[in-house]
């Protein structure tokens, strides 16, 4: 909301800097966002009066005038305007002067004739969009005087953020409120001095509430014979101080008493209303309206319309209607003030999607007593500005009586909860100041009436909160809590999730974060099966991309690669930690599985000036896996298996127990090309849930061995098609006790190994805990061994 | 034969003291010490001599035996130490040739920070919880105090999964989760992604938010303050200056926004802090009674606070990012500046 400081010192007296005052109500809780001084740019614009008009003798659009200015020579300005006549006063601009825009105004001759300075527009003087003629300022003000204080071009407008819970808070009285409670100073609320004429208003209409519940209050009046203009100058600087833009007395001055008092008003054209009445009512099924923005909205049952005896004539506190609305050609109006329920009209608002200065109000919570102060406020302005007849007494209707709300503060509560020891006194003056009704008190309490501009305040924490506030956070003690620990762990895996991540970073893989959004496109491109298109959906998705929930990492993985390839990026080593997701028949909530996901592409190893370049290959990503494998404590076999992503023959479902955990594989020529990635990648996922709990023993001591190991190696030649695992389980099953150690040193195909066939070379370890081995002892097993695989294998030995 | 002996002793030490190498040394050493040595030799014609002189030529020829053995240990040390330095002088390396780091990966900016404020709360003694990102409007809003057609919903644009489930709009939905299962003491944080229909350049739809409860006996506003303002001593520097605002959320009352002087321009005004000199960083407050209510906790025993801080725009502050967008998009030439 943006606040016209010149405008709100018509309430309050205020007596410090606009700084200080921002300063003051932001730490107050209301936050001013930002200080703006619109006529900051202007200067040397005095108010002269034009003394004569006469034609350019070498333009027709142009004339010459002689303006006053309070100077012994009138000033001679050329002119283009058309709206002005001797004797108008206006804003003048002298040579030197600068206008908005950082326009500067010179000297110079327009056709052969000097012209001395400019006379203004409001639009030149940043006031507004009026530029089809001068402005012609009221009154006759002292000639010479700055424009730009009388004009208010001095003001200060602040853009004030108001929480939800203070729709008080967004009106001139509000915000002055504020600052005479902070101050110790009186609110001045502008007197009503109309006068009623003898028709009583009960003769020219009537309201009628059919459901109080979304209306507890309606209040009417009629106003007669009415003069349509424009608003007076002053009215009109205040509108567009608060941003709006004048439009006619009438309408004009429903939204100048709702800037001045927060309280909502309609003006409905008396005329257009069919019986000339007012029915309160929810909208018929189907019922179809055309608000003033000129949008034909069709209306549900739950929301409540303005109608009159017949159709609806505005959404009830958000819109008024095209039908009855106020125009040029209105005599007589009828004017509502009323109650509406908050959630009523927020339901409806945001139904219709339409928010406006009422809705936000509304929907707050007004101040049911101040409907009558506004209705009167702007009937008096009416009468004032429009020359209306208001008809006799107000058509109250108030069936549904908002409560009062009393709440008792309790002293040593209060010290208790804020930590800072506040008086008594001081606790009864903050309440006392900000409105409340002190209406008993005891030794240790003392409970309150509530302002009912504070349908906010219901418990004793927001009395506390109020004498917080007033006292100054920043007053209140310091202090380091003596923080207990529940028993409770409350997320046991946590600690070991951040242990992960900071060691895949350690082991020089990057991680990367991303929106857990995906889509079924996305899914079908990575070649996932159907399982996986089974998506949390939004209802509401920013974009048919991010439509849905991603049931694995491997889309993201594959769509951040195609991004990075496309960015000039050849290597990536990169993880991330996070959840994907997976609807369960008949819950409410998904499955939500925590994954690792690792992607390489690339090289294996930056650049180096000593070491020869390699390209990343199955194994370098198996190893990472392995390395996770290991970080748990947990064995897992690599099977082959067919998997959408992958290329067949290099991927692998990774399985601990008969648990699958997991992914990994080379991703598949198609995929790739559907990713628009023309280089080799590869990619894993874990589910690390089953790895997290799957609990973790501590490492047990065994024993350093006492006697010295026997070292045999071992090289066979088998069918190229043997898997290497199966080879050394043979060697460890048929070593005896002592082999304690196999290791794979060389894998060799090539001469002089037949084609068809690799060479396979182990290292194998024997020792015993209890002696020395003999050469004898670890040839027989050797032998064994040997035999096993000849026979298994057809191993060959070379 | 006396003089023979000294005649030996000064041809040797002046041989010694020639060599120029290790070798040469050795073949001096044989020459006079060895087995078929000089000296030997000497000792060995000792025989031939008088009873008489033999104990004084023996004297003598030990005497030499023993200068020219010393000879040949000093010079050894000094050959010893050039060859080792011309070997040093042959094994030089080129300094400013780089060295073979191990691979860096990057820890994703995000979650550094996050660490980094988890840290800090660990060692007051709070411990992590969590939620899922799917949460229902009863756990988002309603036991929060967020009734349906509350205007605080406005400020939480909500993605729907279907009617009365949600993506969680911020962290604290896990406070009741954490609140449900246990009676106070508690003192949690939680760390975790969180949700908002909001798409801009300064606000991306998914974000993350570390969460602190405290709950017990006694807790006040003075010990929010304490916390929070240690919080951004420890994070910001000691000298970041510290306010409290009074603010609203419906979970917490009295409520605050803290902010804290600009770390752009420490204060004094710029477009960061929109010449305000401070920067919002976190929303807080005392839990409100009605949210105990819905924990099942006793409103009058029990007293406590909860704040929320938006880990995006404290990891902007810090490093100096410009957009948010940045943050999710992974380009690999953000990621690997941090």
Known sequence: MRVSLNWLKEYVDIDISAEELAHQLTMLGLEIEAIERPGAEISDVYVGKILSIDPHPDADKLVVCKTDIGKAEPLQIVCGAKNMKPGDYVPTAVVGAKLPGGFEIGRRKMRGIESQGMMCSARELGMGEDHTGLLILEGEPPLGADAKTLLGLDDVIFEVSITPNRGDWACMIGVAREVAALFGKTVRIPAITMTESTTPASSLSSVTIVDPDLCPRYIGRVLKNVTIKPSPEWMCRCLIAAGQRPINNIVDITNYVLLETGHPLHAFDYDKLGENRIVVRRAKPGEIMTTLDGEKRTLAEDMLVIADAKEPQAVAGIMGGGDSEVDENTK?????????????????????????????????????????????????????????????????????????????????????????????????????????????????SATFKAPTWRPDVSMEVDLIEEVARLYGYDNLRVSLPQVRQSEMVFAPYEAKVRQLRRQLVDQGLTEIYQWTFSCPEDVQRTGLDASYMNMVTLQN??????????????????????????????????????????????????????????????????????????????????????????????????????????????????????????YLGKIAPPVLKAFDIAQTVYVAELYLDPLLSGGQQANQFQEIPAFPPSLRDLAVVVNASVPVADLMKAVYDNGGKNLKQVNLFDIYTGEPVPKGKKSVALSLMFQSGERTLTDEETQKAMDKIVRKLQTAFEAELR | MKEQIEALRSTALEEVAKTSDLRALEDARVKYLGRKGKITEILRGLSQVSPEERPVLGQAANKVRDAISDAIDARKEVLDAEAEQQKAASEAVDLTLPGRRPRKGHMHVINQVTDDILEIFFELGFQVAAGPDVETEYYNFESLNIPADHPARDSHDTFFVKPGVVL??????????????????????????????????????????????????????????????????????????????????PFTEPSAEVDISCTVCQGKGCRVCKNSGWLEILGCGMVNPKVYEYAGYDTEKYTGYAFGLGVDRIAMLRHAISSIGHLYENDMRFVEQF
């Open chain 1, 541 to 662: 998705p920013l974009s048919e991309k991010q439509a849905t929930l991603r049931s694995s990492m491997i889309p993201g993985l594959m769509n951040n690669a195609s991004y990075n390839v496309n960015h000039g990026v050849a290597d990536m080593a990169v993880f991330e930690i996070g959840p994907v997701y997976r609807p369960v028949d008949g819950a409410d909530q998904p499955e939500q599985r925590l994954c690792l996901g690792m992607l390489l592409m690339g090289r294996t190893e930056e650049k180096h000036w000593s070491s020869p370049q390699r390209s990343v290959d199955f194994y370098d990503l198996k190893g990472r896996v392995e390395a996770v494998l290991d970080f748990f404590g947990q064995d897992a076999v690599f099977n082959g298996v067919k998997f959408g992503p992958f290329q067949h023959g290099q991927s692998a479902v990774i399985v601990t127990g008969n648990q699958t955990i997991g």
């Open chain 2, 168 to 249: 969680r709009t911020h962290t604290s939905p896990v406070q009741m989760r954490v609140m449900e299962k246990t009676q106070p003491p508690v003192a949690v944080v939680v760390p975790g992604r969180v949700y908002r229909v909001d798409y801009d350049a300064s606000h991306s739809p998914m974000f993350n938010q570390v969460e602190g409860l405290l709950v017990d006996e006694g807790v006040t506003f003075a010990d929010l303050k304490g916390t929070l303002m240690m919080f951004v001593h420890r994070f910001f520097g000691k000298d970041t200056q510290v306010r409290f605002r009074p603010s609203f959320f």
């Open chain 1, 332 to 444: 007589n109006v009828f004017l509502e003030s009323a109650y509406f329920t908050p959630a009523s009209i927020r339901r409806t608002s945001r139904q219709l999607g339409l928010a406006t200065e009422a809705s936000q109000r509304f929907q707050r919570g007004a101040d049911p007593e101040m409907a009558v102060y506004a209705i009167n406020r702007a009937a008096d302005l009416m009468q004032k500005l429009g020359g209306a007849e208001i008809a006799q007494g107000l058509l109250d209707e108030y069936p549904n009586r908002i409560p009062v709300r009393e709440v008792r503060l309790r002293y040593a509560r209060c010290n208790l909860l804020i930590g800072t020891d506040i008086p008594e006194e001081t606790q009864r003056d903050a309440l006392l100041r900000l409105g409340f009704e002190r209406v008993k008190s005891d030794d240790e």
